[in-house]
């Protein structure tokens, strides 16, 4: 049973700092990992898909990386702004039977940029 | 193109009762996957629908069930509600041409069962 793990739980960090943000997962038999936020009370807004041939993906202020022979995949997020504040949620897509996939998530690193 | 949506937003309901949560993907999406979100358990997959089929589910109990339509419109129904299935319920889309498809997320229903 696949299992993701993200660490730290939460962050606070001054304004424009770079910081990362860490993703784990058990199984390596993943066919894409996705990072969302999450803004309170809201759905989840997608940020970067990372095919599993992929190494990393890159849009704007953030870059993420992936090693899925380890298990573990990074959000980079350049010059922090407070509008980046949110939860960030990884979440990796693998097989799970009848040629269907599911995503299982972590429970997401909550993100507070101060001013 | 207009993001997935969901209906209600909110939902109050007491405790027996049964409830039905709507989503419609985006144009052109045919798989539907409906996720449960909660504090404790953070987001649960709960079940997936690609052509009017389901094709596969998590570990919820017989309770929550769903259903896809012609149209790829889904509707999710849980019977005998519990104070437990207070949550936000997620409804994503994919087109589902290729499993590497990345999948799209709606608002969310908030349901309270009191």
């Known amino acids: 049973k696949q299992e993701v793990t993200q660490i730290p739980a939460a962050l606070s960090v001054p304004e424009g700092e770079n910081l990362v943000l860490n993703c784990s997962f058990t199984?390596?038999?993943?066919?894409?990992l996705q990072w969302f936020r999450q803004d309170p009370g809201k759905g989840l807004t997608s940020l970067l898909l990372i095919q599993s041939s992929q190494r990393e993906q890159t849009s704007g202020r953030l870059n993420a990386s992936l090693d899925k022979s380890s298990g573990r995949s990074t959000l980079y997020i350049a010059a922090s702004q407070p509008g980046d504040s949110a939860t960030y949620l990884c979440a990796v897509n693998g097989h799970s039977g009848a040629g269907s996939y599911q995503l299982t998530f972590g429970k997401g690193t909550k993100l507070s940029v101060i001013p | 193109k207009a993001g997935v949506t969901q209906t209600p937003r909110y939902l109050i309901k007491t405790r027996g009762q049964q409830v039905t949560l709507s989503c419609s993907p985006i144009s052109g999406h045919r798989s539907v996957s409906w996720y449960q979100q909660t504090p404790g358990q953070g987001l649960q997959f709960l079940f997936e629908y690609f052509s009017e089929t389901q094709r596969n589910k998590g570990n919820f109990p017989g309770r929550f069930s769903g259903r896809q339509f012609s149209n790829s419109r889904s509707e999710m129904n849980v019977s005998t509600l519990e104070l437990g299935d207070s949550a936000l319920y997620l409804c994503?889309?994919?087109?589902?041409?290729?499993?590497?498809?990345?999948?799209?997320f709606g608002p969310g229903t908030r349901l309270t069962v009191l």
């Open positions: 994503a889309s994919s087109p589902r041409d290729s499993i590497y498809n990345e999948q799209f």
């Open positions: 199984d390596s038999a993943i066919y894409n």
